[in-house]
């Protein structure tokens, strides 16, 4: 993401222009903010002689002018701060991205070295993965022969120099390396299963573009991978599956407890979030389908009397979903922080998806901002399951919101749109994902919106913690010993009392 400007800091009604402006009125004496151009963009105009400038960075973005020096330096410090704090922000979003790219890279390699069986295409493979991610002239996957002792190689990428080939039989045996002989950058990680080297992933590249340390990290993770792809067609070859099997299963669960520990904490697990607001009420759960799943809920102020809630779900099962579910999620609280309308908040997520799309997965998802002092309620669903309105009369409404938009992470082009509905005292928003209605009994019926809606009504004057409780045991009761095939995921809020 580019790093923020001076505009995009102060633009009206956001968190930083608030700040700011409380600090402008607690000094006496017109201060002014300019960009680099002159343009007045808060406070107000002031000859004055006291100059603070405004740095990102070592780069200079605008000026503080104020009369006194005190007033000047006080407000450029806070301004620098906010654009360094949200440039952190911005930052951290686009190592997530590119984070998940990779792990989903590796994902895959994983996905596909474990329904090979032949030695060649494992290493076509690995080659085929590394080269995504590293860039590479030439590259070789090279095999230990245990009859010969050498290494004869199973894959190659563009034609393997001598030089290459010696570094891979010197980096047979140790830890890896980067280096260089003649024209070239060399890459060289053995391939180490069970304690033993089983061969050699190694990559060259012209030395005007040397690795890196990064480089040797990711390609250590894709040796990992394709060391435990060969040890597997090796024992294939001498019959010990089972042996194989075990390993395999035992490493995956505890890969899946280690991926769920992450989930949880991803999930704000606090209720009440907000003990001392007594305008609203608000409670959420989710119960993921497998060791990991796709749905996610989050919520947020934005300002002291705008509420941000979100309630999503991911395609897919799994880690995948996992990945996915944390990159979306941590999109939209960084750009729904920005004080944009929904419709704009689920444009620009969308966007970013998109653009760095490195799966077919997407998301559907449903935020929403209540003022708290008015009971306005502005949202946009992007492809969601439209939530339920619960009147404080004890009506269900189901068709209460509009559609706003497509899921996100599909296509860049289409418009998201938004709508406001107004909350009177009492009434609540009921979101969910789709595993609540689709939940299965034992003769396959689902428990259907009819269902959801009957006990809605029955408990329109609970508490929403008590709300939700409710919903989960009828879905436990009604789905009995079958199984649960989807996550489940439901959030109420009930506007109580507008201040």
Do not use: W
């Amino acid at each position: 993401m580019p790093p923020p400007t001076l505009t995009s800091l102060l633009k009206p009604r956001s968190a930083s222009s608030a700040a700011v402006s409380r600090l402008l009125a607690g000094f006496d004496g017109p201060i002014g903010i300019e960009d680099l151009t002159g343009k007045l963009l808060a406070g107000q105009p002031n000859p004055g002689l006291h100059r603070s400038p405004i740095e990102l960075d070592q780069t200079v973005l605008g000026v503080v002018i104020a009369d006194r020096p005190e007033p000047a330096s006080a407000v450029a410090a806070l301004i620098n701060y906010l654009l360094s704090r949200e440039n952190e922000h911005r930052a951290l979003s686009a190592e997530v991205l590119h984070l998940y790219r990779e792990v989903n890279v590796i994902e895959r390699l994983a996905e596909q070295l474990t329904a090979l069986l032949d030695l060649a295409s494992v290493g076509q493979s690995a080659l085929h993965q590394a080269r995504q991610l590293i860039a590479a002239s030439q590259a070789c996957v090279l095999i230990f022969d245990a009859a010969s002792h050498e290494l004869r190689p199973v894959a190659t990428f563009g034609v393997p120099s001598a030089e290459l080939l010696a570094a891979a039989d010197a980096a047979h045996h140790h830890i890896g390396e980067i280096s260089e002989a003649g024209p070239h950058s060399l890459l060289c990680v053995p391939l180490r299963a069970k304690q033993r080297s089983v061969g050699v992933i190694a990559l060259a590249n012209p030395s005007a573009a040397p690795y890196f340390s990064r480089d040797l990290k990711l390609l250590n993770s894709i040796a990992l991978q394709t060391a435990a792809a060969i040890e597997n067609a090796l024992l294939c070859a001498e019959m010990v599956d089972a042996v194989r099997n075990r390993e395999q299963l035992t490493f995956l669960q505890k890969e899946l407890d280690t991926a769920r520990a992450i989930q949880l904490s991803l999930i704000p697990r606090v209720f009440p979030p907000f003990p001392d607001r007594l305008e609203f009420d608000l409670h959420a759960q989710m119960t993921a389908a497998r060791s990991v799943g796709g749905d996610f809920f989050d919520f947020f102020l934005i300002e002291p009397h705008r509420l941000g809630i979100v309630i999503g779900d991911v395609s897919g099962k799994g880690i995948p979903s996992a990945l996915f579910m944390a990159v979306t999620r941590t999109l939209i609280k960084t750009i729904a922080l920005e004080g944009l309308r929904p419709e704009q908040c689920l444009r620009e997520v969308n966007r970013a998806l998109v653009r760095e799309k490195a799966s077919s997965m997407y998301a559907t998802c449903f935020y929403g901002i209540l003022n708290t002092r008015t009971g306005a309620f502005q949202y946009c669903n992007g492809g969601h399951n439209p939530p339920f309105l619960v009147r404080a009369s004890g009506e269900v409404e189901a068709d209460a919101f509009a559609s706003g938009g497509l899921p996100l992470g599909l296509f860049e082009g289409p418009p998201y749109t938004g709508a406001t509905l107004l909350l009177e005292p009492g009434d609540c928003v009921f979101l969910y994902t789709d595993g609540v209605p689709e939940a299965n009994n034992l003769a396959e019926e689902e428990f259907g919106e009819e269902r959801l809606t009957t006990v809605l009504h029955a408990h329109h004057q609970s508490s929403c913690r008590a709300m939700i409780d409710t919903v989960s045991q009828h879905l436990a009761e009604f789905s009995g010993d079958a199984p649960q095939f989807d996550d489940i995921t439901m959030l109420a809020l009930r506007l109580l009392a507008p201040g």
